[in-house]
Nanobody, 119 residues
Framework: QVQLAESGGGSAQAEGSLRLSCAASGRTSSISVMGWFRQAPGKEREFVAAIGRIAHYADFVKGRFTISRDNAKNTVYLQMNSLKPEDTAVYFC???????????????WGRGTQVTVSS
């Protein structure tokens, strides 16, 4: 089993920045890709970004968000710049052995961290 713990959520003004972190523990040798998804109230969970050998991004965050990974710490980061009110959501960390944009393909999930962006 792999456990994921997110941190760094909170509130920001539009055009502001936040940085999310997610630390993996347990059988980390079984995962190759770590990523972020988000779920806004009344909406389905959606892919934001993922990183394995390369980084992948949803179109709506390209140029604004940057995903990075510290393998020595088993930690993935999401630097969010130029935030918009529509970025308000619960952000979930995920991990798996392969990359996918589909929620159902990921084996491990964190509990989520709230990000609120005000205009």
């Amino acid at each position: 089993q792999v456990q994921l713990a997110e941190s760094g959520g909170g509130s920001a003004q539009a055009e502001g920045s936040l940085r999310l972190s997610c630390a993996a523990s347990g059988r980390t040798s079984s995962i190759s890709v770590m990523g972020w998804f988000r779920q806004a109230p009344g909406k389905e969970r959606e892919f934001v970004a993922a990183i394995g050998r390369i980084a992948h991004y949803a179109d709506f965050v390209k140029g604004r968000f940057t995903i990075s990974r510290d393998n020595a710490k088993n930690t993935v980061y999401l630097q969010m710049n130029s935030l918009k009110p529509e970025d308000t959501a619960v952000y979930f960390c995920a991990a798996d052995k392969a990359y996918s944009r589909r929620v159902g393909d990921w084996d491990y999930w964190g509990r989520g961290t709230q990000v609120t962006v005000s205009s």
